[in-house]
């Protein structure tokens, strides 16, 4: 089956600790994204990547880092300078371009802090 | 101001009941609409794009109104299963690329 997948579901970060959430996808998507999403409040994009080995900051990318090797791996790192760090992290993917029409988003890590 | 702003809700509806909400947005040259819906704990899906002509999905429809800048959905003979959040997503085009802005999602609850 085609889609994306995340790992791991949930995730318990402690403090000063840097985390690392998977995000892969066999769709073929040149595009893919990070969204944080907390309660009460829209889908907020962290990184987005339009293509291999290129990426670039969203709107709250401080205190995360992202890499893009391969087309169809999107890792997502959550620093120890992220402070407040616990939301439920979506990951997407989607062909890409000025008018791509869908997102196409992972089943999500909810990350806890202890 | 939010760029993509929805009433919470939550739409208590009776099931066979019709509902509709709106979502208003800020930018002005947005030019793709869509309505995503995302259950209890899930990731959003989506549920339709929004044409400039309306649109109908099944029991689903969808409306733009670019003068006043708002996207509605309307859903006829509700169903247990309608119980979700929708959000409201719209598409802000840059030079590159299409960037989405995402409402924080409006409750609906059918009930028996």
């Known amino acids: 089956d085609g889609g994306i997948t995340q790992s791991p579901k949930y995730l318990f970060r402690k403090e000063g600790q840097n985390v690392t959430l998977s995000c892969e996808q066999n769709?073929?998507?040149?595009?893919m994204y990070w969204y944080r999403q907390d309660p009460g409040q829209g889908l907020r994009l962290i990184y987005y990547?339009?293509?291999?080995?290129?990426?670039q900051k969203g709107d709250i990318a401080e205190g995360y880092s992202v890499s893009r090797e391969k087309k169809e791996s999107f890792p997502l790192t959550v620093t120890s300078a992220q402070k407040n760090p616990t939301a439920f992290y979506l990951c997407?993917?989607?062909?890409?371009?000025?008018?791509?029409?869908?997102?196409?988003f992972g089943p999500g890590t909810r990350l806890l802090v202890l | 101001r939010k760029e993509v702003e929805q009433d919470p809700g939550p739409f208590n509806v009776p099931e066979g009941a019709t509902v509709a909400f709106n979502c208003t947005y800020s930018?002005?040259?947005?030019?793709?609409f869509f309505w995503y819906r995302q259950d209890c704990r899930k990731e959003p899906k989506l549920l339709m794009s929004?044409?400039?002509s309306g649109n109908e999905d099944g029991r689903f429809t969808a409306q733009l109104n670019r003068a006043s800048q708002y996207i509605s959905l309307l859903i006829r003979d509700s169903k247990l299963s309608d119980s979700a959040t929708y959000l409201c997503?719209?598409?802000?085009?840059?030079?590159?690329?299409?960037?989405?802005?995402f409402g924080a999602g409006t409750q609906v609850v059918v009930t028996p």
């Open positions: 930018n002005s040259a947005s030019q793709s």
């Open positions: 769709l073929n998507h040149d595009a």
């Open positions: 929004v044409y400039s």
């Open positions: 997503v719209v598409n802000t085009q840059t030079d590159s690329w299409g960037k989405l802005q």
């Open positions: 990547s339009q293509i291999v080995n290129d990426f």
């Open positions: 997407a993917s989607s062909t890409g371009g000025k008018y791509q029409e869908t997102q196409y």
